[in-house]
């Protein structure tokens, strides 16, 4: 199985899982590089990997997880070139945070039957508290487009 991935909070620690669940192909797509500001919540930032890219920086992780894993790296996911990033991917795990890449891996993931799982979040003026948890509002969305099909599960609903 390939997959795709921004590696930031969210796809940081999807890609870890994958790969430690067996997954050996990745397609790493991310055009930044790691910042003291991400410590608080990038699985892969520390002080010694500050300046450096992410997609290089996760590589090297998922090759001490398992040294078979192969990559394809892209700093950038435009109308021209997503064709190429698609190619060979089994599955998408969309963790964007720009509205038009969401856009356009969305629709091409749709138009070649790639199924996508998404996981977002968008910042709020302030946290809703629910129990004991704060959170910046988001959603997660497992889209399975069969009639019928499909969940959306936001927190603090029940």
Request: aromatic share 6%.
């Amino acid at each position: 199985m390939r997959g795709r991935l921004r590696l930031g909070g969210l796809g940081g620690v999807v890609v870890e899982n994958l790969a430690r669940l067996g997954v050996e192909s990745f397609v790493l797509v991310d055009h930044g590089t790691f910042e003291p500001t991400n410590s608080n919540r990038q699985i892969y930032s520390f002080t010694d990997t500050n300046g450096r890219l992410k997609t290089e920086v996760t590589e090297e992780f998922l090759r001490r997880i398992n040294p078979a894993i192969r990559t394809r790296k892209y700093l950038t996911m435009t109308d021209q070139n997503i064709g190429e990033v698609l190619e060979g991917v089994d599955a998408v795990a969309l963790s964007i945070d720009d509205i038009r890449a969401i856009v356009t891996l969305s629709r091409a993931a749709r138009a070649k039957k790639i199924p996508l799982i998404e996981g977002w979040a968008v910042a709020q003026e302030r946290p809703r508290f629910h129990g004991r948890h704060a959170h910046s509002g988001g959603s997660l969305r497992f889209a399975d487009h069969r009639p019928g099909r499909g969940e959306h599960f936001r927190p603090g609903e029940p």
